[in-house]
């Protein structure tokens, strides 16, 4: 058992936009005061799509911390760095590939998804870096034992398949030499009282399934002062039948947001030009969405519309109140308002939501070593917690030779 850890990562591979918002970003500022907190510049991974022009990863990785940072990330409750920093994650990645079946991978719905999208646009992902993407994606999470992971719904499975990896790992390295004398003599070290109370919760935990049983004895364990982590999580590991409990499981944290659509109405994305960017200024949004698409049928001003077929409608869902959607349901279905009139309070809402954005990217924008000495604190945290795991990685797999 471990403490409550988050971690989350992006690709640098653009500008951040109003869909990073409030897709993941948004989501992460709340959480970093609930939770120790780490989030990352997934560069390596960004070479999975980028390996033929890496040079937008370099481009806009610290562009991409200023955009976190402004968007209200606080460094002194999050740690952030870059992953090829890390070079644990690298070694991680490898260790974890030799039990990784490979059909575990082939059967991750991203995998033929993507594929079958790239190849229309006469890209090849036929590499071995993609179909290891949520592999190294494991080892990511895993060397930092995050139980938490916020992502989009596209990464649910990403995080299962982490999930089974852990558990792979647990059963086949967690089982020290003597793991069941080295438990029994941990579980003398409850005290009488404490030992027989835990056996029987373990027991009706193994016979009978009873889940209520092995929180009880969890708690039994967490509350139990004087105990060395080792035995501690050997008791953890014990009431489960299993060995050691080396990599923690992880789990997806789902952002419930309605879904914010480009300018377009399809996804917002920097390449498809339907983007609003987090640092746009106030002449920029107007513009945009003055000269967005509406409801075809509207031809005229008095010709009637159908919201549902517009993609500012999604932005009214977004950021408009109960009482300006019916406005704008009831004004367009009967042509009382115009569009540009429609417009306005979708302008007005996004404004006000990035002007304190870019206000805190100023500071930041003014003096880059600001940034890089966040990075670099933050990449020195992350590599001791990920020598921490690594060692007990290489130790579990019989890799510490003296
Ligand atoms: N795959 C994620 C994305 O495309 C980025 C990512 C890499 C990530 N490693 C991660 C997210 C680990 C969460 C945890 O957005
Ligand atoms: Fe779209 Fe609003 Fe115009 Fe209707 S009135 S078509 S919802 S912009």
Redesign the pocket.
Known sequence: MFEDRVLSGMRPTGAMHLGHYHGALKNWVSLQNEYPCFFFAADWHALTSHYEDPSVIEATVWDMFIDWLAAGIDPSKATLFIQSRIPQHAELTLLLSFFTPLAWLERVPTYKDQMEKHAEHGRDLLTYGFLGYPLMQGADILIYRANKVPVGEDQVAHVELVREIARRFNHLFGREKGFEEKAEAAVKKLGPKKAKLYRTLRTRFQEQGDAAALEQARALVTDTQNLSLGDQERLYGFLEGGGRMILSEPEALLTSTPKLLGLDGEKMSKSQDNAILLRDTPEHVTKKIRT?Q??PA?VRRSDP???T?????NL?QVYSDANTQDW?LQ??RTAG???L???QPVIDAINAEIKPIRERATQYEEDPTLVRNIIQDGCEKASDLADETMRDVREAMGLNYN
């Open positions: 967005m509406t409801d509207r519309g159908e919201p077929k517009c993609p500012v409608w009214h704008v004004g367009c308002i115009g569009c009139e429609c417009k």
